[in-house]
Structure formats: C-alpha cells, structure tokens
Nanobody, 122 residues
Framework: VQLQASGGGLVQPGGSLRLSCAAS????????IGWFRQAPGKEREGISC????????SYEDSVKGRFTISRDNAKNMVYLQMNSLKPEDSAVYYC????????????????WGQGTQVTVSS
C-alpha cells in the first residue's frame, strides 16, 4: 500500500490550493481515504474523508464550506480542494487509507503517505 500526497505550497490568506493523493497497491475503490493535518506542536487531526460509497463524505467543522474532497477511482486519486484558506490552515497535510467507511479518527487509518506542507501567509 502506497499513498503520496502532493500539491502543497505557500498561498496568501483567502487563496486556494488543491491537494492530490495518489494511491497504489490495493483495490482503491473499496477503501475510504482521509485527509489529515498536523501543525507544529499540535496533534494530527482529521479534516475530511471520503468513503468507498459515492457521496459518503465528512468534514471537520473548521473546514466545512471551504474544503471539498473528491475521488477518481479510475485514476486511484483523491483530491482536496481548499478554498478561502486561513493562516490557521497551515500544517503538513497527509492522506491515509482506512476501511470502507469514512471516519475522521486518526486511529481508523492504518496506512499513511508522506505529507505535503501547506503554508498560508501574507
């Protein structure tokens, strides 16, 4: 199982980024994928997930209405569109593979990719 997050960078407050998660080594459409982030000195937190069932998504309250998760099963990809970014969104973002169902709990995910840094600053 391999997951690789990409798409991070430096963006001004109010700007947008799209993160990508490339997955391989398993039957992609059968598993939920989650996005997590970890800021310096803070615990890793779940911010969004998408289940194996179309339409099964969940968002952490602070990103609702700003972030949108999607998946392309033909390409084994999951995306996180992040709009209206705030300085407090700055963190290393990770994607991870869970079981079939969407969960924002870190403990529900056994496989993790390397993170991508997102910095929101003027």
């Amino acid at each position: 199982v391999q997951l690789q997050a990409s798409g991070g960078g430096l963006v001004q407050p109010g700007g947008s980024l799209r993160l990508s998660c490339a997955a391989s080594g398993f039957t992609f459409e059968n598993y939920a994928i989650g996005w997590f982030r970890q800021a310096p000195g803070k615990e890793r937190e779940g911010i969004s997930c998408i289940g194996e069932t179309v339409g099964m998504t969940s968002y952490e309250d602070s990103v609702k209405g700003r972030f949108t998760i999607s998946r392309d099963n033909a390409k084994n990809m999951v995306y996180l569109q992040m709009n209206s970014l705030k300085p407090e969104d700055s963190a290393v973002y990770y994607c991870a593979r869970g079981n079939r169902y969407c969960s924002l709990r870190v403990g529900s995910y056994a496989y993790w990719g390397q993170g991508t840094q997102v910095t929101v600053s003027s």
